[in-house]
């Protein structure tokens, strides 16, 4: 019985060994290490493909929120409105710049924050919303866009998990005032390490972000503002900048898998939505199930190898219990039932059948 493994980078990334190696090598004799030409062409690169103007390489997803926050110049306690259901980084990053998490349930169905909730917890200190698309799902935007504007918010979407990903054929990250992106090695555009970049239609916006990202220097050791140091590396763009030619192809074949579980998997799990106005990009591809655990088991006893994304949800996190004290049963009843089915760019189609097959039978 062949394991089948729910990620393998290895193999994610074998086909681009030789270029990769290739591309260490002119790094080395380069000699230019931090915020090169490499950086600079990646973000020129990135911005085009996702058809936005400006990008700025930050050292990583986190850190591209905490600093896209920063820039906005909020009062402490100014409150952010979240979903509950996101991976920690997204709330951590609005506790870590002294701003106020307000947090909102998800569509039970898309797992995406809910425009009806976000209104409903509209409040005289609100002065942002942060939109995080899950699984590589663009959130619903124009109702969303709609609520921002109404009250002049400021809006940063979370796209760690989407790139590529497209709402009416616009892609995510450029819609609001930051797009921020993680290449963590599991993304769809993984990197080899960490790396994360911040996107923005507004020249001025990109502009303050690369004076933050480098201690706040308008110019060299000249301070401007209370800076950070988080620089995406010159060897992790270079790695980028060629993996990123393979960005479609990638989001493509992880489509084509997801319509192969949409195809053979029983009506028995709840399986995620499809909407022809949305072009979903399956970074993880979730289903719902009552009986989780037993069916983990299950897998695994047939060499099926599973993830839960996410065990825990953040509200429920040692570290929050003095900061959250609500309920929020629709978030806690996605964690308890929801599992990741192996989707990467390493598995083939046949994979995904029997894993189909197996799941069927339980």
């Not at 090598?25 to 936005?52: C, D, H, P, Q, R």
């Not at 998800?106 to 976000?118: G, K, Q």
């Not at 308008?218 to 763009?237: M, P, V």
């Amino acid at each position: 019985m062949n394991l089948i493994e729910y990620e393998n980078l290895n193999k994610v990334n074998k086909f681009l060994e030789k270029k990769i190696l290739k591309r260490v090598s002119a790094f080395l004799k380069n000699g230019n290490y931090i915020l090169g030409e490499n950086v600079s062409n990646f973000e020129k690169i990135f911005s085009k493909f996702i058809k936005n103007r400006f990008s700025a390489g930050v050292g990583n997803g986190l850190d591209a929120l905490i600093i896209s926050l920063n820039s906005l110049n909020l009062k402490p306690n100014d409150e952010i409105i979240v979903s509950c259901h996101t991976y920690i980084a997204t709330i951590l990053a609005i506790i870590r710049v002294g701003l106020k998490p307000v947090l909102v349930e998800p569509d039970i169905f898309t797992y995406n924050i809910s425009p009806e909730e976000i209104k409903k917890n509209i409040s005289k200190k609100t002065r942002a919303i942060v939109v995080t698309h899950m699984y590589g799902k663009s959130c619903d935007m124009h109702p969303i866009l709609d609520i921002v504007n109404k009250y002049r918010l400021f809006l940063i979407e979370d796209c760690a998990q989407s790139h590529g990903a497209q709402y009416f054929k616009k892609y995510t990250g450029t819609f609001g005032d930051y797009g921020c992106f993680s290449f963590y090695p599991t993304k769809n555009l993984g990197g080899f390490g960490d790396g994360g970049l911040i996107t923005s239609n507004i020249r001025k916006n990109i502009e303050k972000v690369k004076k933050l990202r480098n201690y706040g220097f308008k110019a060299k050791n000249i301070t401007e503002y209370l800076g950070f140091n988080s620089r995406l590396d010159e060897i992790q763009a270079t790695f980028l900048i060629e993996k990123i030619k393979y960005l479609k192809k990638i989001n493509e074949h992880k489509r084509r898998l997801a319509e192969i579980y949409f195809y053979y998997l029983s009506d028995n799990f709840i399986k995620p939505i499809i909407d022809k106005n949305f072009y979903d990009v399956y970074h993880i591809f979730p289903i719902r199930i009552n009986e989780r655990d037993k069916l983990i088991a299950y897998l695994k006893k047939k060499g099926v190898e599973t993830a839960i994304h996410y065990p825990i949800p953040p509200h429920k996190q040692k570290p929050f219990n003095s900061i959250f004290k609500n309920s929020f049963p629709l978030t806690e009843q996605i964690h308890k039932t929801i599992l990741s089915l192996p989707v990467s760019f390493f598995h083939s189609e046949k994979d995904i059948i029997r894993i189909c097959k197996i799941i069927n039978k339980f």
